[in-house]
């Protein structure tokens, strides 16, 4: 289909032009915010809509990801395939149109794409971002010319949240940002006495504005959404990412040091509601530590670590 108004082309059912902005379609009826005075549990709907770039006055409430993993913005529209082992974000972008992505996110794109890199809030920002265990550098694809597409994927296997940010704020871990709407601010914060050690890093990423938010996983994504006053306790490794409403304090995950030790478990985030928050079902931390014995150990005399037996 094509805009009346500017004559883009958009995909089948898009309520929005991408390029202007007209209304194609009456508004669908929206989706409630979720409750969180009551109820509480798992959120398993989805919200509808399919419009990136909307945006309102107020700031807006529960983490929105389009069900049929398709979506439109201003001046591009996305689809989610390969769910959710292997999960490959598709971005058409209009024409002169950005999309940001951390370096290195890129799997493809059409030969009219621009590629430029550069320090993502000058060099204290890539300081910041460096120590949080982000590269320093940030990724600009623009379809020069005309429309251009431009595929992500993350790099190890999982899945992909395509997030529709309205006025809202988020908290990121670093190995979970995988790229965004040129339109939102991300910074690299500081979590002082709540940072996150033990592997995932001393800063997290605070995620602010309208627009489309691309994050990524080991493993599936499970959403978990909390009423008000209900506490939950998650596993550093598995967070990826939780409205800034919710409140969280870290702490080890049994009381004393050693039945922390046999249980297996260590530093633990407990979160308070009302708010919302995903979990990846899979751990990389753990996953390579299962990998370990496969590996040949260093010897003590150095080089490859790999012991041969020439006998004699």
């Known amino acids: 289909m094509t805009c009346p108004n500017c004559g883009a082309n958009l995909i089948d059912g898009a309520q929005f032009c991408g390029a202007c902005g007209t209304r194609m379609t009456p508004p669908a009826q929206q989706p409630s915010a979720p409750n969180y005075a009551s109820g509480g549990g798992d959120a398993t709907a989805a919200s509808g809509g399919g419009t990136a770039a909307g945006g309102g006055g107020g700031v807006g409430h529960g983490i929105h990801i389009d069900a049929d993993a398709r979506g439109q913005g201003r001046g591009y529209s996305f689809e989610i395939l390969h769910q ?30 621009e590629l430029q890199s550069q320090m993502k809030g000058g060099l204290m920002g890539a300081l910041k971002r460096a120590v949080g265990g982000e590269s320093a550098f940030v990724s600009t694809f623009t379809a020069r010319g005309g429309p251009g597409e431009v595929t992500f994927a993350p790099g190890a296997p999982g899945d992909i949240a395509a997030l529709e940010l309205s006025n809202q704020v988020f908290m990121v871990q670093s190995s979970s ?36 938010l691309l994050l990524t996983s080991f493993g599936a994504i499970h959403r978990k959404q909390l ?17 800034a409403s919710l409140q969280y304090s870290l702490r080890k995950a049994a009381s004393g040091f050693f039945r922390t030790m046999v249980s297996g478990e260590g530093i633990v985030a407990e979160f308070a509601g009302p708010g919302e928050l995903l979990i990846q079902t899979r751990n990389l931390a753990a ?15 150095g080089g490859s670590g790999f012991n041969i037996n020439l006998g004699g």
């Open 84 to 113: 959710p082992s292997f999960a490959l974000a598709v971005i058409q972008l209009q024409a002169e149109q950005s999309i940001l992505a951390e370096a290195g996110a890129m799997v493809s794109m059409s030969a009219n794409v």
């Open 287 to 301: 996953f390579a530590g299962l990998l370990k014995p496969f590996f040949p150990s260093q010897g003590s005399s």
């Open 177 to 212: 940002y995988l790229a965004g709407d040129a339109s939102l601010t991300v910074d690299t914060k500081w979590g002082g006495a709540k940072t996150f050690f033990g592997g995932e890093g001393l800063f997290v990423m605070q995620v602010t504005g309208t627009g489309l």
């Open 227 to 243: 009423r008000a006053g209900e506490r939950y306790v998650v596993d550093t490794g598995h967070l990826v990412a939780w409205e």
